[in-house]
Nanobody, 125 residues
Framework: QVQLVESGGGLVQAGGSLRLSCAAS????????MGWFRQAPGKEREFVAA????????YYADSVKGRFTISRDNAKNTVYLQMNSLKPEDTAVYHC??????????????????WGQGTQVTVSS
């Protein structure tokens, strides 16, 4: 099991940027594919981005492609989500999650069995 704690959320105007961080502990960080998901009020949780264990490969939802960048630092046991050109529809609670690296680069929530509590991102128009 790995414990995950997100940080970096907040209130930003449309067009602005935020960088989320997710610190991992309790297990070997490089054993996991890492993902970011988000849940807006009244909506189901959705996939945002994923990165493989080494950081070489990434995968994005179409809604964030070209605006968000996922990265990781295995020496710091941390995964990041750089969010640029933010839109009001990006408002949500953002969660990081870990999946066994044997699954490869995955966007399916059912593959992720470790989740953080989330950090709120609010984008005003």
């Amino acid at each position: 099991q790995v414990q995950l704690v997100e940080s970096g959320g907040g209130l930003v105007q449309a067009g602005g940027s935020l960088r989320l961080s997710c610190a991992a502990s309790g297990s070997t960080f490089s054993s996991y594919t890492m993902g970011w998901f988000r849940q807006a009020p009244g909506k189901e949780r959705e996939f945002v981005a994923a990165i493989n264990w080494s950081g070489v490969s990434t995968y994005y939802a179409d809604s964030v492609k070209g605006r968000f960048t996922i990265s990781r630092d295995n020496a710091k046991n941390t995964v990041y989500l750089q969010m640029n050109s933010l839109k009001p529809e990006d408002t949500a609670v953002y969660h990081c999650a870990a999946a066994p690296r044997a699954y490869g680069l995955v966007g399916a929530m059912r593959r992720y069995d470790n989740w953080g509590q989330g950090t709120q991102v609010t984008v005003s128009s």
